[in-house]
């Protein structure tokens, strides 16, 4: 059984950064991709970005490339999410998940994921 704990999330301006952090016990962080998700009030939950177990291999829907970056520390079983240039509109819950197929393919589905934290609130105002 795997535990993961998000934090880092808080109210923010539009154009600031944030950077979310998301701690796992329980399992052998190393051996599984990790990825993070976020679902706004009303919404589904999306997927925002997914890492390797390595990190060699990193992915991200197209509304976050070049303004976020998913990181790993192995050593800290730990999965970060760095935001920057926020908006509005990426006001969500953010939660982490583990990712624990072998298939890569499948990476942006919701349902491939198997354990999730408890979710991190991010408010960006304009």
């Known amino acids: 059984q795997v535990q993961l704990v998000e934090s880092g999330g808080g109210l923010v301006q539009a154009g600031d950064s944030l950077k979310l952090s998301c701690t796992a016990s329980g399992g052998t962080f190393s051996a599984y991709a990790m990825g993070w998700f976020r679902q706004a009030p009303g919404k589904d939950r999306d997927w925002v970005a997914t890492i390797s177990r390595s990190g060699g291999s990193i992915d991200y829907t197209g509304s976050v490339k070049g303004r976020f970056t998913i990181s790993r520390d192995n050593a800290k079983n730990t999965v970060y999410l760095e935001m920057n240039s926020l908006k509005p509109e990426d006001t969500a819950v953010y939660y982490c998940?583990?990712?624990?197929?072998?298939?890569?393919?499948?990476?942006?589905?919701?349902?491939?994921?198997?354990?999730w934290g408890q979710g991190t609130q991010v408010t960006v105002s304009s």
């Open positions: 998940a583990v990712y624990p197929r072998t298939d890569w393919t499948l990476r942006r589905g919701t349902a491939n994921y198997n354990y």
